[in-house]
């Protein structure tokens, strides 16, 4: 482990073929209503397929795939293995790039994470349609794992939590979005960004990296570059 600007950074160097994996692991541990449990959801499926300040968001996406394997946006629960009910929950940002390429993915999930612009009614209503149908075939398919999830959630308080962001009551939260937004849209976008400036900065930050050895130094001062990009708290998580 090595603390940069305050962040925890773990380093493994292990034969990546010169590939960089990089997940940043931000805490989840100030939400404490269900609303702000559900809007942390939505940013998981929001980010990286919305514009930002500096690309629309089919510029965003070539960018992304023309540098990294993807970037991935998603709320994670990690269960304590030695502890009954007990869990972290952290939003994850993860990504891999080759050779060189690891500095514009760097840039590209400081743009994303900083700058994304999520004002745009149209966009988010048709991300969040495009959801609800994912999720309504994963049920036909998975029906059986849907119900089993919703039984563990009345037994697990990790399990309650991880259900309200990936199951049931997230589906039902996202088809009363859908069916109320054109009169609460606007609202949704503000509370998005306001949700943004609480999780995305350096307060508990982990960051997890794996490449070369002989990479070390330069992935060590790519990160310490990047971090000097990120705000170091936020404005307000009240």
Do not use: W
């Not at 994470?113 to 048709?126: P, Q």
């Not at 976008?189 to 350096?202: C, H």
């Amino acid at each position: 482990a090595i603390p940069v600007h305050g962040t925890t950074v773990y380093f493994h160097d292990q034969k990546t073929s010169d590939i960089t994996y990089v997940t940043l692991a931000f805490p989840m541990d100030f939400i404490q209503s269900e609303a702000d449990l559900f809007l942390v959801a939505n940013l998981g499926k929001l980010l990286g397929i919305s514009a930002t300040e500096h690309y629309s968001y089919m510029d965003l996406n070539n960018e992304i795939m023309k540098y990294t394997s993807g970037i991935r946006f998603s709320p994670a629960v990690f269960k304590n293995s030695k502890v009954r009910n007990d869990y972290e929950a952290k939003f994850l940002v993860s990504s891999s790039a080759i050779g060189e390429n690891y500095q514009e993915m760097f840039r590209l999930i400081l743009e994303v994470i900083n700058h994304s612009n999520l004002l745009d009614k149209g966009r988010l209503k048709e991300i969040l349609g495009m959801e609800k149908s994912s999720m309504e075939m994963h049920f036909d398919a998975r029906g059986d794992e849907v119900a089993v999830s919703r039984v563990k959630a009345a037994f697990s308080a990790p399990e309650k939590y991880r259900e309200k962001l990936t199951g049931l009551s997230y589906y039902d939260h996202l088809c009363e979005l859908i069916a109320t937004f054109d009169e609460s849209g606007d609202e949704l976008a503000g509370e998005l960004s306001r949700m943004m400036d609480k999780l995305f900065n350096q307060s508990g930050l982990e960051i997890f990296l794996t490449g070369e050895a002989d990479a070390k130094a330069d992935l060590m001062a790519a990160i310490t570059a990047m971090l000097g990009e990120i705000k170091q708290a936020p404005q307000t998580r009240h």
